[in-house]
């Protein structure tokens, strides 16, 4: 498949580095995001993430849950810390999320999964026993993560930086798009809001190929009636680059 056009539904501003990579690798992106990312603006909540990034420090780990999260606490951290406190473990979920991290100057490690489950396999049960943990996230979370730590003995926070909607398209939208041969889906909730879309436009597209982040979200493609839905193991460019290159023969 030499020209591989790719819809990207990865929220901003990550869909815009995807489709940077997707074109160094020679096919052709296009962008339609199924997530909208709004940093929460409301005064008095920001008082309160304020307070809880002043208090990071008391935490034994901090665990972001995203890109999005990984990218909107540097900027917190940033205004609170001018040095990061000492004797907190920075943990990221996926190597996407670990780099963006890196790449802002916090010392966070990765389990060698890319899931929720794959950490809590990493995380040892015994270790959690009175912890305090923190969880980084948006508005609304998956609450399997932190409900696990807590049956571990875990102490659970969470600090909500953001909120997820889903975007406003119209059927023009689907109308102008190109020929798609094949699409990437980041999370669960970015499959629910393009399948709902799918439903009403474009239902010859359940027969693409779509490459989905994990078992999961694989799992539940399948569900909803995508029947060419593959695992590429992670939500970042590289996991989803392999697999596209899998696909395409590249």
């Known amino acids: 498949m030499k020209d591989c056009r790719i819809l990207i539904t990865r929220p901003e501003p990550e869909n815009t580095l995807s489709c940077e990579r997707i074109r160094a690798q020679g096919w052709t992106p296009v962008t339609l995001p199924m997530l909208e990312i709004a940093p929460i603006q409301d005064a008095a909540q920001r008082n309160i993430i304020r307070a ?72 040892k049960p015994a270790k959690m026993t009175n912890q305090k943990i923190l969880i980084v996230r948006g508005v609304g979370g998956r609450p399997e993560l932190g ?57 010859e597209w359940k027969t693409l190929p779509i490459l989905t982040p994990s078992i999961r979200v694989n799992e539940q493609a399948k569900k909803m009636g995508w029947i060419n839905a593959s695992c590429a193991n992670g939500a970042d460019d590289n996991s989803l680059i392999k697999a596209t290159e899998f696909h395409t023969g590249k």
């Open 52 to 123: 809880q990034v002043f208090d990071i420090d008391t935490f034994d780990y901090v665990i972001f849950v995203s890109k999005n999260a990984a990218r909107l606490a540097c900027e917190w951290l940033d205004a609170c810390w001018p040095m990061l406190p000492i004797g907190v473990h920075w943990i990221g979920i996926g190597q996407g999320t670990t780099q963006s991290l890196l790449d802002e100057g916090v010392p966070a490690l990765s389990n060698p999964g890319h899931t929720t489950e794959a950490l809590l396999d990493w995380l």
């Open 147 to 203: 409900n696990k730590l807590e049956e571990r003995g875990a102490k659970v926070s969470y600090l909500s930086l953001y909120e997820r909607k889903k975007p406003d398209y119209s059927a023009q939208t689907f109308f102008m798009l190109p020929d798609i041969n094949l699409i990437w889906v980041t999370s669960g909730e970015n499959l629910d809001n393009l399948s709902e879309y799918v439903a009403m436009h474009k239902p």
